[in-house]
Every structure is written in C-alpha cells, then in structure tokens.
C-alpha cells in the first residue's frame, strides 16, 4: 500500500461526506461530487476520512494511494474551488 493512501485525509469544517453502496458523495459550499469506488473501504471519523482496501492481498491496494489523491481533489474542489490563470502572449493571427 501507498505512503500516502496510509495517511487520514482531513476534512474540512463545511464540508459534508457521505459513503453509500459504494458510491462517495461530497457536499460543500462549491457544489457537490459523486464519484463509485470499487474495492476499497471509507471509515469516516469526526474530523477524517481512511481509505482501506476491502480485501488486503486484493490488486486494489495498488490503486489506493490514487483513491486517495482523488478523494482529497473532491473535498478541495467542493470547499475551495479551482482556479487556473492563463496568460496569453502574441498577436494571435
């Protein structure tokens, strides 16, 4: 399993999750997301979230570490929102 799939990520206070029939549904001031995970299991704490996989010899292990980093894009997204700038330099024919 990954370092990073190990570590609980936070949640943030406005933020709301929830972990039915496989599907994790995450509310915030943003919006909100759903998105269906297969193979792996949510333990949601007061103030965290653990992803684990559901069967530890199971390949899933290997995509944990990538749950995770989405999971946390979702609770980022929903709170803070993304923002890119682009800069558009010459004449543009």
Known sequence: MSKIGKRPIKLVQDVKVAFNN???E???PKGSLSSRHIGIDLVID???????PSNEGSTKTALIGTTWKL???MIHGVSQGFQKQLNLVGVGF
Do not use: H
């Open 22 to 24: 496989r599907v994790l």
């Open 26 to 28: 995450v509310k915030g």
């Open 46 to 52: 007061n103030e965290t979230l653990s992803v684990i």
């Open 71 to 73: 999971i946390n894009n």
